[in-house]
């Protein structure tokens, strides 16, 4: 291994959210968080020179996106990780991917139209359907054996209802960390382009991958350019989302332009943050070996906590993930309510672990743990979980 991810870095005092606000999610304070999806890993040495070099600049003046270098650094990125090429006309600058989905949904649907998405599903999906007062069409995922699979007969009849106008993909899936094979995503689209549905597809894990599995992206299986979109950004691959950033690739050039309207016009977002462009060009431009890197430490960190759990017969299952650093732990054969689990956790083994139901109903008997982290903290977290469940074992 080139890099190492095993230095610790203590992030307290740096308004982190995961650190420094965990009493706001957890209710007590001075846990070790394992929660938010960030990871602990200080940002590619390549990237930190670059960002170095442009603040010894000392102006930070507005800052344009739409340029050669930004869109050519993504074009390099997707024709060697992902054999896609990329026409740089689709491609366009947003503040989050969330804001991306947010504003594509406003502009294909009105009110009380319906959004379909694969559940359980990252909590965020959830708030932002709602608020935007759409209705959510929730597509259950079905799980055999720790793996989970799109059931298509479902996702059809909810396709088809009269109001379905887009499927919100998550591509690879956050929790479950199910990288979409090529037969799938085919399915997907054929789907949607028999009832006319857009796919919006928020890609943002598409780099953490494990091998041997591959992510593809959406729109290299489309059908018809026109009815696809993938939001994305490189913040969460090189941990840089404080640095504020991310992009699309719209192909449909009506939607595109509709969308940077909106994005310079009626929301006033188009200069982005000097130090997200710096970072992302940089780290698409020279940091593959760094990603590869780190893949190879988060599965291990995997098999760690596979292994872990089985050995101390803790009544908890891993099946290690196709992607993400995001352990989705079963705890549905404990005799213990998720709520008793919980509190379990935080005020007996003082580590902050997401509930499943965070991510819906279908999420209910799950944990959702970040492991991308240096092993030492995963060592202490893991023995807080044990401390934990023999708590309850002996007090039950």
């Known amino acids: 291994m080139t890099y190492s991810f095993d230095r610790i870095t203590d992030r307290t005092g740096t308004y982190c959210t995961q650190w420094d ?12 968080p ?3 999806s960030d990871t602990d890993f200080q940002t ?3 990237v930190m020179n670059a960002l170095t070099k442009r603040l010894e600049h000392g102006i930070f003046g507005y800052t344009r996106w739409n340029h050669k270098e930004f869109k050519a650094s993504i074009q390099k990125w997707y024709r060697e990780r992902f054999s896609t090429e990329l026409d740089e006309d689709w491609i366009v600058y947003s503040p989050s991917v969330i804001y991306t989905i947010a504003k594509i949904i406003e502009m294909l649907t009105d009110k009380e139209d319906h959004i379909v998405i694969q559940t359980p599903a990252y909590d965020a999906f959830f708030k932002m ?17 720790g793996k989970y699979v799109i059931d ?16 919100l993909l998550c ?16 399915q997907l689209v054929s789907l949607c382009q028999k009832y006319h549905v857009y796919i919006i597809s928020d890609e943002i894990h598409m780099d953490i991958v494990m091998q041997p599995n591959k992510h593809i992206p959406i729109i290299s299986k489309a059908m018809n350019l026109q009815n696809v979109c993938i939001c994305t950004s490189a913040s969460k691959t090189f941990n840089t ?28 977002l188009s200069s982005t943050s000097i130090l997200g462009l710096t970072a992302t060009i940089e780290a698409y431009q020279s940091c593959g070996s760094w990603v590869d890197d780190m893949n190879d430490y988060i599965k291990e960190n995997l098999t760690l906590t596979k292994e872990f759990l089985e050995m101390n017969q803790l009544g908890m299952n891993l099946q290690i993930p196709e992607a ?27 580590v902050a672990i997401m509930a499943g139901e965070t991510y819906g109903a279908d999420g209910r008997g799950y944990l959702r743990m970040n492991l991308g982290c240096p092993r030492p903290k995963l060592t202490d977290g893991l023995n807080r979980i044990k401390q934990a469940i023999h708590y309850l074992n002996n007090n039950s």
């Open 324 to 350: 993400t650093y995001l352990a989705w732990i079963n705890t549905k054969k404990l005799p213990y309510s998720p709520e008793q689990i919980q509190q379990a956790l935080i005020h007996e083994g003082k």
């Open 129 to 145: 359907i709602t608020d935007n007062n759409r209705q959510i069409s929730r597509n259950p995922l079905l799980e055999a054996d």
């Open 241 to 268: 989302p404080g640095l504020i950033g991310s992009y699309a690739i719209i192909p449909g050039e009506t939607i595109k332009d509709e969308f940077l309207l909106t994005l310079k016009n009626k929301d006033g």
């Open 171 to 186: 591509s690879p899936h956050n929790p479950t960390g199910r990288v979409w094979t090529a037969t799938e995503l085919e």
């Open 152 to 167: 298509f007969a479902d996702l059809e009849k909810r396709l088809a209802h009269p109001k379905a106008k887009v499927l």
């Open 21 to 32: 606000y965990i009493e706001d999610r957890f209710g007590e304070a001075k846990l070790l």
């Open 44 to 46: 590619p040495p390549e």
């Open 34 to 36: 394992f929660s938010i």
